[in-house]
């Protein structure tokens, strides 16, 4: 009787296990849990943004230099930077008003940058800067990593269920104490 008691709450705990595993997996797959906050130096001559956010323009930037020709001749434009293009992001944004924009507003204002020849850029600015990320899986990674993790959660609670139901050897040694009678007086 004991060992199908034993057999049902292990497997009840094994598909509790499960659907909290598929749960953080679904949360980490959405990108929910993998925003990356980063904040600029509080220096006032090196407030250009924070590299992660500037490799991201560059990085867009780049990719569009590839695929289009003509955005390429402006974007190799002596006369223009990223640190630039950066401050003039920075500076837009402030100007907006708005908190949050979308990739394609931010992107659309560093390809404007590069596009006219003529542009005031603004002072730099003292700002935080989020990067948002969400991670992009094929199918075959996303089925492969859910194993791994439901693998590992198994395995772990597998081994919190297998040390609760061992029984602790409690030290059964006792120590006599003599008393006045074992002393012969």
Known sequence: MTATVNFRQMAQYIGLAICTLIMRTAFWVSGILETYYLTTHKNDSDMKGTDHFKRTIQMYLEQRAEEDTLFAKNYRNP???????????????????????????????????????????????????????????????????????????????????????????????????????????
């Open 79 to 185: 006369a223009k930077n990223i640190d630039d293009c950066v401050t003039y992001i920075l500076n837009y944004v402030q100007k907006s008003g708005c908190n949050g924009f979308t990739d394609g507003e931010i992107y659309g204002q560093a390809v404007h940058y590069y596009d006219e020849n003529e542009i005031e850029v603004g002072k730099p600015i003292q700002c935080q800067v989020a990067v948002n990320h969400i991670v992009e899986l094929t199918a075959e990674e996303k089925a492969e990593a859910r194993q791994q993790a439901v693998r590992r959660y198994q395995d772990e609670e597998l081994r919190k269920l297998q040390n609760r139901t061992k029984p602790t050897k409690a030290k059964t040694e006792t120590q006599v104490q003599p008393s006045l009678f074992d002393f012969g007086l």
